[in-house]
Structure formats: structure tokens, C-alpha cells
């Protein structure tokens, strides 16, 4: 007598309601995937931003450092030497294809991928700038 009156209060999930679910987790799945496919170029892109945004830091503080200095701003060169100016070194997972960066620029490589990047030079009213070719 128990056991029958188990079965009839038993609740559970209807048919309906579960395609429902179905159908929603398939849209969701749907417009996640393709956010995921593109993850590792999009991260790759963002690390060439990132040492962009360095570089262009970095030739910033090169140039206040002479501007206010007491020998002064004399030319782009002094803000590109490595010992007293800007260090183009960005760590090990990036690496300047030889030769470069050279003054108007280089190909920065990241991961396997490379891009060109132009660098616009300092003169006494502005700072180099960095930017993508």
C-alpha cells in the first residue's frame, strides 16, 4: 500500500521542459563556440598590443629623461641607444627578427606569429610612437 502511494506522489521533469532546456543549452552553446575558436589569435593579437604599448612607454620615459635632463634632447639617436636610452628587450616570448628594431621600426615575432610595426621618430616636441604597419 506504501509503494503505490510513493509512485503517485513521485515529481519530475516533463518531456516539454526538458527539449526546452535542450534548445536553450544548444543556443548558448551556439554562440559560445565560435568566441573560443578565435581565443589563442585574439590573445596572440593582444600581446602584440601590449608590447606596443610598452615600447611606446618606454620611448616616452627615454625622452622625458633627456628633456629634463641638463644636456637636453639632442636627436632620436640618444633616446634609441641601449645603454642610456630605450631597451627594446620586451622578454623571452618576444624576439625582433635580426637586425632590427632599427629606427623606423622592425618585425616583432610573438608565439610563432609576426607583425610589422613602424616607429615614427622623437624629435624636441614629441616622443617616438610605435604603431602596427
Given at each position: 500500500m506504501k509503494y503505490q502511494k510513493f509512485l503517485r506522489n513521485q515529481e519530475g521533469f516533463t518531456l516539454v521542459e526538458i527539449i526546452a532546456v535542450l534548445i536553450?543549452?544548444?543556443?548558448l552553446t551556439a554562440m559560445a563556440v565560435p568566441r573560443y575558436i578565435d581565443l589563442e589569435q585574439n590573445a596572440k593579437q593582444r600581446g602584440f598590443d601590449v608590447a606596443i604599448s610598452?615600447?611606446?612607454?618606454?620611448?616616452?620615459?627615454?625622452?622625458?629623461?633627456?628633456?629634463?635632463?641638463?644636456?637636453?634632447?639632442?636627436?632620436d639617436a640618444q633616446i634609441r641607444n641601449p645603454l642610456n636610452g630605450v631597451s627594446y628587450y620586451l622578454g623571452g616570448d618576444y624576439t625582433?627578427?635580426?637586425?632590427?628594431?632599427?629606427?623606423?621600426?622592425?618585425?616583432?615575432?610573438?608565439?610563432?606569429?609576426?607583425?610589422?610595426?613602424?616607429?615614427?621618430?622623437?624629435?624636441?616636441?614629441?616622443?617616438?610612437?610605435?604603431?602596427?604597419?
Open positions: 536553450i543549452l544548444g543556443f610598452e615600447l611606446n612607454g618606454r620611448e616616452s620615459l627615454a625622452w622625458t629623461k633627456f628633456k629634463i635632463s641638463t644636456s637636453g634632447y639632442i636627436d625582433w627578427n635580426p637586425g632590427d628594431p632599427q629606427p623606423s621600426g622592425g618585425t616583432l615575432e610573438f608565439k610563432g606569429e609576426s607583425v610589422t610595426l613602424i616607429r615614427a621618430s622623437s624629435d624636441d616636441s614629441r616622443p617616438a610612437v610605435w604603431s602596427r604597419f
